[in-house]
Nanobody, 127 residues
Framework: QVQLSESGGGSVQAGGSLNLSCAVS?????MGWFRQVPGKEREGVAV??????????SYATFVKGRFTVTRDNAENLLFLQMNDLEVEDSAMYYC?????????????????????WGQGTQVIVSA
C-alpha cells in the first residue's frame, strides 16, 4: 500500500514558478504527476521511475522543458518544479504511484494505469 500527500500548490502569475511536493509512504519504483481541470480528463504531466537501477523520466509534450520531476528517496519525497508557468497550466495536480499498471510500463503517462493517487493540490496561474 502506498499513501501520497501533495503540497506546494498556489496562485502565481504567468511566467512564475511553483515547486510541488509529494510525501510518499510505502514502496514504489514508479511515480508521477498528473493534472485535471473541471470538465476535462485527467492527463499525465511527468513520471519518474527507477528502471534496472537507473532513473528515467518522461514528460508530456506540453511541458516543453519547463517542468522537472525529481525524487528524494532519503526523504521519501517526489517533486515537480514548474517554471515559466502558463495560464493553461492551471489545474488540480495529483501525485501518483505504481503508474503504468503496477510499474509494468513505468513511464506511462496514462492515468488509467495508476494504482495510487494523492488528494491533489491546486495550481492557479493568472495572466
Amino acid at each position: 500500500q502506498v499513501q501520497l500527500s501533495e503540497s506546494g500548490g498556489g496562485s502565481v502569475q504567468a511566467g512564475g514558478s511553483l515547486n510541488l511536493s509529494c510525501a510518499v509512504s510505502g514502496s514504489t519504483i514508479c511515480m508521477g504527476w498528473f493534472r485535471q481541470v473541471p470538465g476535462k480528463e485527467r492527463e499525465g504531466v511527468a513520471v519518474h521511475a527507477t528502471i534496472r537501477g537507473a532513473v528515467a523520466r518522461s514528460y508530456a509534450t506540453f511541458v516543453k522543458g519547463r517542468f522537472t520531476v525529481t525524487r528524494d528517496n532519503a526523504e521519501n519525497l517526489l517533486f515537480l518544479q514548474m517554471n515559466d508557468l502558463e495560464v493553461e497550466d492551471s489545474a488540480m495536480y495529483y501525485c501518483a504511484a505504481d503508474i503504468g499498471h503496477y510499474c509494468y510500463n513505468p513511464l506511462d503517462l496514462d492515468p488509467s494505469g495508476v494504482k495510487f493517487w494523492g488528494q491533489g493540490t491546486q495550481v492557479i496561474v493568472s495572466a
